[in-house]
């Protein structure tokens, strides 16, 4: 009788959970030793049939191997296929940990599916490390979940936005647009030259919740930030909402393409509780001093963006306030009034462009001192915080600004729905152009509104986000197949192996230190065609249709009366217009120190 009324009680959750779980896939996570570690959908103590059944493929697929294979070379289930139910597979180490996700409908990509298990192992690893590795592999039957601790919240929030957000088809990152180029190249040259006085420093980024404002990273291609590990910094700020009001945060994770045993730490804060504007510096020592230094910084950035309120006049004692006098004056830096002072040069040509940032004076008036900004001499002290404070307002409008502008981006092509990639170059500190500075590409998305018919049927969004992941691997491989999958997963490992930059940086002593092998269906995804092409699929009334070129792609649904001559010239008639306009959508001069 206990028994029935719990099931009773329970039965609406059941099927809620049932109702989602058919929709999106569920992931799995279990032990060598067949432990539940985590489950998306249910009850991770209710899986023990599952992961029997696991364990017994796992291991029946390993004594084949050993009598057949003669090199001794080992073998992995990838992916298994039962009528609509797909099924696929992330072996960690030597069986320490086995990763699945199941598709009961069927209509994911196998790339994509892997590419889910993929985010959720890095997530484990933001968290623990690699050492996680050595630890089930040493002691099978430890429960994980209490290293884990209350990272749910987290781990959902990435495979939301995976199975929601088409912006992972691209391995691009949204950013907070529209936002006008100066305000956000001033921020990014205030980051720039605070960050540049500050030893340790890896990456400094604003962002508002998981879009990102602007950042600045180091100027060596393989301390350059992956877009994997963007997207786990973003999801985690955006599931975190005390950080908005929990004052200064300092915090360990792991970066798993940056040093996957290692943990740089994090010093976030906000800006700016109206807008969610953060602050996140990163560095790779965890000493007093170095968050000291952070909170030092995050103060000047804070005051040099006129975002410094009465409340922080208060708190900040005058031995800090002496402190931020002086590290501004040292990089050139003074803070912005919001009196009518002019620039050093006296010119008001510009007067109005940028008022919050030289307090009215000329917003261009930087002079460069070797790798620093200098503003016009201005008080920070008399900086009110308020709405019309061209920041706040402009990420406070952005949204809906956002949505008027792609729903005309929409109407001008006769599109339904589109989504587009743009790849931007990453500069040296100094602000060239030119090729020689130039080590990598931030990738960029943007992915429009949903109009009518797809506009309320979530179902008919789902299928558009399946589309365009066959679109995007038809782009790159001709088929979108299981055998053109596993035939590109061999080719990216054998990338990887023969890498002169992986075996220079990723190896110590003599093993590994690379997580990028874990990760081959996000490594097929960001890497660009290699060739430019258009592919395109009919389905009932519409038209997937895809593009690509020198540093973009473009992904986009029309009427499927429209033929495909004409709709290539309306998607190229979008694109040109996109590039057109990515000064207000992209962070199109990425800086970078040494």
Excluded at 236 to 249: I, K, Y
Excluded at 334 to 357: D, H, V, Y
Aim: hydrophobic share 35%; glycine share 6%; charged share 20%.
């Amino acid at each position: 009788a206990t028994t029935a009324t719990s099931c009773n009680e329970n039965r609406n959750d059941d099927e809620e959970t049932d109702s989602l779980s058919l929709s999106s896939p569920n992931i799995i996570v279990i032990s060598g030793a067949g432990k539940p570690i985590y489950s998306r959908y249910g009850d991770e103590n209710d899986l023990a049939q599952t992961c029997a059944l696991v364990q017994v493929l796992l291991a029946t697929t390993a004594s084949l191997d050993d009598d057949d294979d003669e090199n001794n070379e080992k073998e992995e289930i990838k992916f298994i296929r039962a009528g609509d139910m797909k099924i696929a597979f992330l072996t960690i180490g030597d069986s320490a940990m086995t990763l699945l996700a199941v598709s009961y409908t069927g209509d994911e990509t196998e790339a994509f599916l892997h590419m889910q298990l993929e985010y959720v192992y890095a997530q484990i690893l933001f968290t623990l490390t690699d050492q996680v590795q050595n630890i089930l592999e040493t002691n099978p039957n430890f429960d994980l979940r209490d290293l884990l601790g209350a990272t749910d919240t987290v781990m959902e929030g990435i495979l939301d936005e995976i199975s929601s957000i088409p912006t992972f088809i691209t391995s691009g990152v949204e950013t907070t647009c529209p936002i006008p180029i100066e305000i956000r190249e001033n921020v990014s040259r205030i980051l720039h030259a605070a960050g540049n006085q500050i030893p340790n420093i890896v990456y400094a980024i604003v962002t508002v919740g998981r879009k990102l404002v602007t950042m600045v990273q180091p100027k060596k291609n393989e301390h350059q930030i992956r877009g994997m590990d963007l997207h786990l910094i973003l999801n985690f700020v955006d599931r975190q909402p005390g950080l908005l009001t929990s004052g200064d945060s300092w915090l360990p994770l792991c970066l798993p393409h940056l040093h996957p045993s290692s943990f740089v730490y994090a010093y976030t804060s906000c800006l700016n509780i109206d807008s969610g504007l953060t602050l996140v510096l990163v560095s790779t020592q965890s000493t007093s001093e170095q968050f000291l230094m952070f909170r030092t910084a995050g103060l000047i950035i804070k005051s040099s963006l006129g975002l410094e309120d009465d409340e922080d006049r208060k708190t900040i004692s005058d031995d800090d306030r002496k402190v931020i006098e002086r590290f501004q004056e040292t990089i050139g830096l003074s803070g912005f009034s919001g009196g009518s002072g002019g620039s050093s040069n006296g010119s008001s040509r510009e007067g109005n462009k940028l008022r919050f940032l030289v307090g009215g004076g000329n917003a261009n008036d930087y002079s460069r001192r070797g790798n620093n900004y200098q503003t016009s001499d201005l008080s920070s002290s008399q900086t009110p915080v308020t709405a019309k404070n061209p920041l706040v307002e402009a990420v406070i409008k952005a949204p809906s600004e956002l949505c008027n502008k792609l729903d005309e981006y929409c109407k001008f092509a006769s599109v339904f729905h589109f989504l587009f990639r743009r790849d931007i170059p990453i500069h040296s500190g100094n602000g060239s152009s030119s090729s020689s500075s130039c080590s990598r590409k931030l990738s960029h998305c943007i992915n429009s509104t949903f109009q009518i018919p797809l506009e309320n049927d979530a179902g008919s969004q789902r299928r558009v986000m399946n589309v365009y992941q066959r679109l995007a691997l038809r782009l790159r491989y001709g088929s979108c197949k299981v055998e053109a999958t596993m035939n590109a997963f061999d080719q990216f490992h054998a990338n990887e192996a023969n890498s002169v930059a992986y075996d220079e940086y990723h190896y110590d002593n003599g093993r590994s230190t690379s997580a990028t092998n874990y990760f081959p269906a996000q490594g097929i995804f960001k890497e660009a065609p290699k060739i430019h092409g258009v592919t395109y699929m009919t389905d009932g009334y519409e038209m997937f249709m895809a593009l690509n070129g020198k540093n973009f792609e473009l992904y986009a649904v029309l009427p499927s009366m429209i033929s495909p001559p004409n709709a290539t010239s309306l998607c190229a008639r979008l694109i040109r217009k996109l590039m057109s306009d990515e000064h207000m959508f992209l962070i199109t001069k990425p800086l970078t120190w040494d």
